[in-house]
């Protein structure tokens, strides 16, 4: 009884309130990357030192790690009970995303560095941000996660075998050092906050409340450190890049929204799938991009899609959240 009741005493004021402050910081990430990225053009020296010591690998896999840690084991288990939407989701990710990448590139003439960078985002996983616009635009959240957990398992092998496969024949691709660096910087801290959960669950509870926050901020970090970096070359690509990038990720976000529809009507699963197909892991396309391709524009097109499709995910949030899902009748 007494366990009971402590566990019924509300929680203390100032624990309350850096709960909300937390989630208030989450919810309003997309203003943050979107500051960050303005900041690092008007002065790149501010983000130096984030590239100068190597931070942008280790702040993937804190982000990944944190993914790790709100997930158990048992979570996989629901493929299993209902596949259907979780499967034709991370299967439009993996084909509707990287043809895109590979048309657009193609459509604008993007110059082969651009090119193979936008095919590279393309072919990365869900981003862990598209679990709070999920929650914004009052989709299925846990649908999200589910999605967002197996395409981010999945990716050691599509990521580089798609992006070898699609901009092979434009650059030297090393596909296996490819998939080598997408697991370190993927399934390695993905399974550590696994077995963190699983086995040490009192540093887990410690570290959940702030992990959420501390991925935005790694996000803002590796983002505006990208843009700072190659100012120049991408105030030079002006809108055709700008353009390619925003077609490929609104068509991601149209076609997701579609092809979710028709398998499982226009209501939350449509407007999940959408989520998740149109926003993409950028922290891990620039991440490879920086380590395994010569030319340095090959990032570019991360940094300035981590930016877009947040601000797209962010007004499609609010659009959705103001429109009913009953009866899967919502309409796009």
Known sequence: MEARRRLARPAP????L??????????????????????????????DWFLEYGLITPGLQIIMLGMGLTLELSDFSRVFRSPAPIVWGVLLQYTVMPLLGWGVGYLFQLPTAFAVGLVLVCCCPGGTASNVIAYLAKADVALSVSMTAFSTMLAAACTPLLTTWIVGSRVDVDGWALFLSTAKVVLLPVALGL???????????????????????????????????RKDAV?????????????????????GYLFGGLSGGFGTVA?????????????LGAV???????????????????????????????FWSRRPTSGEMAGP
């Open 13 to 16: 004021t100032h624990a309350v």
């Open 18 to 47: 850096h709960g909300d402050l937390v989630a208030a910081f989450v919810r309003f990430f997309p203003l943050w990357v979107t500051l960050g990225g303005v900041a690092a053009l008007i002065y790149p020296p501010a983000f």
């Open 195 to 229: 077995f963190m959960r699983r086995y040490v669950p009192k540093l887990t509870e410690k570290l959940l409340p702030v992990a959420p926050a501390a991925a935005v901020l790694m996000i803002v970090l590796i983002v505006s450190a990208i843009l700072g970096a």
């Open 235 to 255: 105030l030079e690509s002006g809108l055709q890049l700008l353009g390619a990038v925003v077609t490929a990720h609104a068509f991601g976000f149209f076609l």
């Open 271 to 283: 407007r999940t799938t959408s989520i998740e197909v149109g926003m993409q892991n950028s922290g």
């Open 288 to 318: 490879l991009a920086q380590a395994h391709f010569a030319n340095p524009l090959t990032v570019i097109p991360s940094a300035i899609s981590a930016i877009t499709h947040c601000i797209i995910g962010s007004a499609l949030a609010a």
